[in-house]
């Protein structure tokens, strides 16, 4: 297994181990492990547990949160070497189940579900897939992200809205505790209130949680439900409880989609779109982009990184759509409909880029991909000039019923402070990201201010800290708004009762 040993040598050799996408940073551990398979992470941590190292797991490190950013001292153990596709369980003509290490990465599945036939090695079971006929629909956006990282965060994305994060595709894991034992859990094991576990030489006995657990899109604590599963334990959990080794997910037949981006003239236009699409079974996505985007599309001084085609008139925003075809001219029969509230709302098919038109998808899939480019650009700019800034970002899914208020409300103040922000995200679920961009000590002084003052408010209202990114170092000081006391020792518990040393992700979610 490759090693990289002494603070100074884990410096020079890889010093991206030392952060994530946060850009946050804390200390530097005493080793970097590479394992190769799982034996490997049983003895690493066997090891960690006999003489008390901390340890901190690295997946792809695309993270917003600092789940994976380690402390001074312990080891990191990386998960980049264990990307083996172990085998596939067709089920029927509809679903399959495929076995992979953890640190495959999103995009290397998708890869193999688009040609399982010119897959490198052999994988059992892969010759009774066709081309293109499964795929995997928990969709995070970032494919980057390794499948085990996915796991621990919960993380979604576009698609989440009709199929669910990443939870409701995951039928087994093989977790590997702080101890070197190794637990394999199946999902389908509903359990009262204590969750007895057989290892190979005791039993560990959980008592599950009794807190109600939001019924809106969270990302925020260990998960619960009535007759918890426990493979929902570990699921979100963010690698505080154990090391993910193999994962088993649910492949579903892919469907075509037909996506579109329409433009709307203002913020409630686009709203309401959002609502009339919200009831449609067949909707995939409903993805926005604010007037503050297009806002500092035209006003910053940075150009985009590719050249942004030229938008609808008179338009301030847009919504992302993605339909699921179930028959050739299902779409054909609610076009009528379509028009009708279109118009209602200030728009119409002419100011839409249909995924369908092969120069409008081109247009649609670069506008998609600038946005998020653009922003991180900005930051990039501002810290140049002011080492300290970064993004703020908000995660909070809010309940439908409070989300424009607060949402408005929260432009309302951004633009009063003068703070340039911009917002996008998935409105299906009412999680949108107000990405706050200061530029010097001041804005961010206000901004994170603001920050702290959108958290309690969406907390009052019924919301959550983390939708999808999960709590990691950044956003731990909130959870005490989400959660009451009882709840969040409650969650201590579970957590020593998988890990008693603490030593697992030290700081992250606790
Ligand atoms: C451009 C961009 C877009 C993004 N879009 C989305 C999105 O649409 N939806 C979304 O949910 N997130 C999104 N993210 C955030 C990020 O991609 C997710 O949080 C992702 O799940 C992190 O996976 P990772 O492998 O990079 O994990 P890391 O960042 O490496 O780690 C995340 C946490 O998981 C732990 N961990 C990693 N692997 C394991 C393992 N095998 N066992 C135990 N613990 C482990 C780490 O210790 C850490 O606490 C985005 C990020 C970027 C940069």
């Known amino acids: 297994m490759k090693n990289v040993i002494g603070r100074e040598v884990v410096i020079a050799q890889c010093p991206e181990m030392l952060s994530d996408e946060s850009r946050y940073s804390l200390g530097v551990p005493d080793e970097v492990f590479f394992p190769e398979n799982i034996n490997d992470v049983k003895d690493l941590l066997t090891r960690a547990y006999k003489e008390n190292l901390i340890v901190t797991f690295s997946g792809g490190r695309t993270g917003i949160t600092g789940g994976a950013v380690p402390p001074d001292g312990g080891i990191i153990i990386s998960f980049s070497n264990m990307k083996r596709i172990l085998r596939c369980e067709k089920e029927s003509d509809k679903t399959a189940i495929l076995y992979c290490e953890s640190g495959i990465t999103l995009e290397s599945i998708g890869r193999f579900l688009e040609n399982p036939a010119n897959w490198p090695e052999p994988v059992d079971g892969s010759e009774l897939l066709y081309a293109g006929e499964f795929f995997y629909a928990a969709d995070p956006t970032e494919k980057t992200a390794q499948l085990g990282g996915t796991v621990v965060t919960n993380a979604s994305g576009a698609r989440s809205f009709h199929y669910g994060a990443t939870r409701k595709h995951i039928e087994s ?38 807190y109600t657990w939001p019924c809106i899109k969270n990302a925020s604590g260990f998960y619960n439900a009535p007759q918890l599963d426990p493979i929902d334990l570990f699921i979100g959990s963010e690698g505080t409880l154990g090391a993910i080794c193999i994962v088993g997910i649910r492949l579903i037949k892919k469907p075509q989609f037909l996506s579109g981006l329409t433009f709307f003239p203002n913020r409630k236009a686009a709203f309401d779109f959002a609502d009339f699409l919200r009831i449609n079974s067949q909707i995939a996505a ?99 000039h002011c080492p300290l800034v970064r993004k703020i970002g908000t995660d909070s899914s809010i309940p439908g019923q409070y989300f424009r208020e607060w949402f408005m409300s929260c432009v309302d103040k951004l633009i009063e402070q003068k703070i340039p922000f911009a ?66 020792d409650q969650m201590r518990k579970i957590k020593h009762s998988f890990d008693p040393k603490w030593l697992l992700n030290k700081g992250t979610l606790f």
């Open 286 to 384: 409903i993805e926005y982009f604010d007037e503050s985007v297009f806002e500092l599309f035209f006003t910053s001084k940075i150009q985009p990184s590719i050249d942004l085609p030229s938008l609808p008139e008179n338009k301030q925003c847009a919504v992302y759509w993605e339909y699921i075809i179930k028959d050739t001219n299902s779409f054909d029969l609610e076009m009528d409909e379509w028009e009708e509230v279109l118009l209602r709302c200030g728009s119409s098919f002419d100011d839409t880029w249909s995924g369908f038109d092969s120069s409008e998808s081109e247009k649609l899939k670069k506008f998609r991909h600038a946005v998020p480019e653009f922003v991180n650009s900005i930051v990039a700019d501002n810290k140049r």
């Open 423 to 488: 917002a996008f995200g998935h409105l299906g679920d009412y999680h949108l990201h107000i990405n706050m961009l200061p530029s010097n000590e001041n804005q961010l002084a206000v901004a994170l201010d603001l920050y702290h003052r959108f958290m309690l408010s969406a907390c009052e209202n019924g919301g959550t800290i983390s939708a999808e990114h999960g709590v990691g170092k950044l956003k731990k000081d909130f959870l005490n708004c989400m959660f009451s006391e009882v709840a969040l």
């Open 173 to 210: 894991i093989e977790v590997v505790l702080s101890t070197g034992e190794l637990v394999k859990i199946k999902r389908s094991s509903k359990v009262e209130s204590i969750w007895e576990i057989p290892l190979e030489k005791r039993t560990i006995k959980v008592d599950l949680p009794t």
